[in-house]
Nanobody, 125 residues
Framework: QVQLVESGGKLVQAGGSLRLSCAASGSTFSGYRLGWFRQAPGKEREFVAAISWSIPLAYYADSVKGRFTISRDTAKNTVYLQMNSLKPEDTAVYSC??????????????????WGQGTQVTVSS
């Protein structure tokens, strides 16, 4: 059973940086994509970034390109989201997600089976 546990969320000031971690277990994750989604109050969950486990091929939402970087450490079974130049609109619960990567990234986002519980990121202005 795949399990995902996020950590690293906290209150930061606008312009600051934060790194989220997602510890993954229950699989070798070969052939998987792991990624991050976020949900702000009153809004739908949205895709943030994803990375292929076997090769470091990354995908980003337009809203975070150039500011966020996703990476993975296969030895530690951990995915990271480095967030720089944070804005108040980045405030949300950030959740880690994982599933096999057979589909295009746009389709992969819609059919994810494994989710973490989420970690709160609050950016103050």
């Amino acid at each position: 059973q795949v399990q995902l546990v996020e950590s690293g969320g906290k209150l930061v000031q606008a312009g600051g940086s934060l790194r989220l971690s997602c510890a993954a277990s229950g699989s070798t994750f070969s052939g998987y994509r792991l990624g991050w989604f976020r949900q702000a109050p009153g809004k739908e969950r949205e895709f943030v970034a994803a990375i292929s486990w076997s090769i470091p091929l990354a995908y980003y939402a337009d809203s975070v390109k150039g500011r966020f970087t996703i990476s993975r450490d296969t030895a530690k079974n951990t995915v990271y989201l480095q967030m720089n130049s944070l804005k108040p609109e980045d405030t949300a619960v950030y959740s880690c997600a994982a599933d096999t990567s057979n589909a295009r990234i746009t389709d992969w986002q819609k059919n994810i089976r494994y989710w973490g519980q989420g970690t709160q990121v609050t950016v103050s202005s």
